[in-house]
């Protein structure tokens, strides 16, 4: 069994992205491997499937490979882009009546986690208002670029701090397939560092399909890692870093520097006990990933899994 720690960092953390680059699989063959990831013995690291609102029928066809009992297909539903705020609130009030129709076409097979969807660049607290009218419960994970990060998890803290439920989360991109895809790491770090982000659900995606940062020819850049990124993120959290500190870490390419037992997770001198690590994930959301294999045969190769 991988450390208790590993278990507390990474459980339910990889938003499964196979239908996206550089994967870029159809639905059926990306459906079917979410059929096997969720029986396989590592499906405790396996959080939802990430699927475009637009694909919602197609995926109806194929949901024969899923039982009620132990394998339902749980979904990250993802919404699409808009140039401004009408045309967002037409975009959104669109994407809630489909999640309603989609969840209600089968209730014993689908459960659909949250929305994922981009903010337009005009947003305000009033928007967010008018967004909640629509959503109401549902947990979404709003999308900013990384330069708005900061202003945007503040303005979305003070929407949930008026609201009962803190069901609005933030998603910040950590990559693609290109370089000029990848934040820095110090975009990442003033991100983690945000007071409002220890309060506030975060998620990441695209990116981090390996555990430790790296040096990746098929995208000419360094690649973060996700232990480097979720580590950090739960460390700023729980130690109070600064900017400099999460980036430090965000930076760290040394597996030997991180750090797994069955009673603490460490980089460095930097402890976390594993029941504090619980408390700090579940403001971490997850990562999507367009591979579930890559991530857990780095893992192994590093002999944590």
Not at 186 to 194: G, H, P, R, W, Y
Not at 234 to 239: G, I, N, Q, S, Y
């Given at each position: 069994?991988p450390?208790?720690?590993?278990?507390?960092?990474l459980?339910?953390?990889?938003d499964y992205?196979?239908?996206?680059?550089?994967?870029?699989?159809t639905i059926?063959?990306?459906?079917?491997?979410?059929?096997?990831?969720v029986?396989?013995p590592?499906a405790?690291m396996l959080?939802?499937?990430?699927?475009?609102?637009?694909q919602?029928?197609a995926?109806k066809?194929l949901l024969?490979?899923?039982?009620?009992?132990?394998?339902?297909?749980?979904?990250?539903?993802l919404?699409p882009?808009?140039?401004?705020a009408?045309?967002f609130?037409?975009?959104l009030d669109e994407a809630?009546a489909?999640?309603?129709?989609?969840?209600?076409?089968?209730?014993d097979l689908i459960s659909?986690?949250h929305?994922?969807?981009?903010?337009p660049?005009?947003?305000?607290?009033?928007?967010?208002?008018?967004?909640?009218?629509?959503?109401g419960?549902?947990?979404?994970?709003?999308?900013?670029?990384p330069?708005r990060a900061q202003q945007t998890?503040?303005?979305?803290?003070?929407?949930n701090?008026?609201?009962?439920s803190?069901?609005?989360?933030?998603?910040l991109?950590t990559g693609?397939v290109?370089a000029?895809?990848f934040?820095?790491?110090?975009q990442?770090?003033?991100a983690?560092?945000?007071p409002?982000?220890?309060?506030?659900?975060?998620k990441f995606?695209?990116g981090?399909?390996?555990?430790?940062?790296?040096?990746r020819?098929?995208v000419?850049?360094?690649?973060h890692g996700?232990?480097n990124v979720?580590?950090?993120?739960?460390?700023a959290?729980?130690h109070r870093?600064?900017?400099?500190q999460a980036?430090?870490m965000l930076?760290?390419e040394?597996?030997?520097s991180f750090?797994?037992t069955?009673?603490?997770?460490a980089?460095r001198?930097?402890k976390?006990?594993?029941?504090?690590l619980?408390?700090r994930r579940k403001f971490v959301?997850?990562?999507g990933s367009?591979?579930?294999?890559e991530p857990?045969?780095?893992l192994?190769a590093?002999r944590l899994l």
């Amino acid at each position: 069994m991988p450390a208790a720690s590993l278990q507390a960092l990474l459980a339910k953390s990889i938003d499964y992205a196979g239908m996206f680059p550089p994967c870029s699989l159809t639905i059926e063959p990306a459906l079917q491997n979410q059929a096997e990831y969720v029986r396989s013995p590592d499906a405790w690291m396996l959080n939802t499937f990430v699927l475009p609102i637009g694909q919602f029928d197609a995926a109806k066809q194929l949901l024969s490979q899923f039982d009620p009992v132990h394998h339902l297909l749980r979904v990250a539903a993802l919404g699409p882009k808009a140039p401004n705020a009408d045309a967002f609130l037409d975009a959104l009030d669109e994407a809630e009546a489909a999640i309603r129709a989609f969840s209600r076409y089968d209730v014993d097979l689908i459960s659909v986690s949250h929305l994922e969807m981009s903010l337009p660049h005009d947003a305000d607290a009033a928007l967010l208002k008018e967004a909640r009218s629509i959503v109401g419960d549902l947990p979404v994970f709003w999308e900013a670029p990384p330069e708005r990060a900061q202003q945007t998890i503040a303005l979305l803290a003070e929407h949930n701090s008026d609201e009962h439920s803190a069901t609005f989360g933030y998603k910040l991109r950590t990559g693609g397939v290109t370089a000029e895809a990848f934040p820095t790491s110090a975009q990442i770090a003033s991100a983690l560092i945000t007071p409002a982000t220890h309060q506030l659900s975060i998620k990441f995606t695209a990116g981090l399909h390996h555990p430790i940062r790296q040096f990746r020819d098929e995208v000419k850049t360094k690649m973060h890692g996700f232990l480097n990124v979720l580590g950090a993120a739960v460390l700023a959290a729980e130690h109070r870093w600064d900017a400099h500190q999460a980036a430090m870490m965000l930076e760290d390419e040394n597996p030997d520097s991180f750090s797994f037992t069955d009673e603490f997770f460490a980089w460095r001198e930097w402890k976390i006990g594993v029941e504090r690590l619980r408390y700090r994930r579940k403001f971490v959301a997850s990562f999507g990933s367009c591979s579930f294999d890559e991530p857990r045969e780095d893992l192994r190769a590093l002999r944590l899994l």
